[in-house]
């Protein structure tokens, strides 16, 4: 049997692969029975999807893989706490187990602002383990975000020096 922290190695190596996509880095998991039945990360570029999100690719892959709506049984690993819409997708979808790298205190829906996972008046609760390689999953997403806005204030100096080099080019003539 494996341990929570090799299964969270699988969720980040799915964060990298997003960053490297310019995807925001989050990777999910989904293990069945000790085994992997579904993993994903973020596509919410390159699908143009505000639904695209680590967490609702890995489950609807692993509810392919299992031919049910259901994830009962099922334990999901993500790097990033979920949002509202992640999180009420593993509680109509049954899941058992919820493990989670680190928190989201801007929209966390598993206990930072809300928590949908253990809503009394839903039907079903989640068991939820968080902080699991809380450190890692946070520096792949504080890597990302500093580099997005190095780029960003590169890519503004350079426009703003083509401004400056068309205003002279005007003012010569």
Not at 2 to 31: H, Q, S, T
Not at 42 to 70: C, F, I, Q, R, T
Not at 111 to 117: L, P, Q, V, Y
């Amino acid at each position: 049997m494996r341990d929570n922290n090799f299964y969270m190695k699988e969720a980040l190596k799915e964060a990298y692969i997003a960053a490297e996509l310019g995807e925001v880095p989050v990777g999910a998991i989904v293990v069945k029975d000790d085994e992997i039945i579904a993993r994903a990360h973020n596509m919410v570029e390159a699908y143009a999807s505000s639904s695209a999100h680590a967490e609702m690719l890995a489950m609807d892959a692993a509810e392919a893989k299992l031919g049910s709506k259901w994830l009962s049984g099922c334990e999901l690993y993500v790097t990033l706490e979920p949002c509202s819409m992640c999180a009420g997708a593993m509680v109509l979808s049954r899941l058992d187990k919820l493990y989670i790298g680190t928190m989201d205190p801007k929209n966390g829906a598993a206990g930072s602002i809300f928590d949908i996972t253990n809503e009394a008046q839903l039907n079903h609760s989640i068991y939820v383990e968080r902080g699991i390689l809380a450190e890692k999953c946070a520096e792949v997403l504080t890597s990302f975000f500093r580099e997005l806005r190095v780029s960003k204030a590169q890519l503004r100096k350079k426009n703003i020096d083509a401004v400056e080099n068309e205003v002279d080019i005007l003012e010569e003539n």
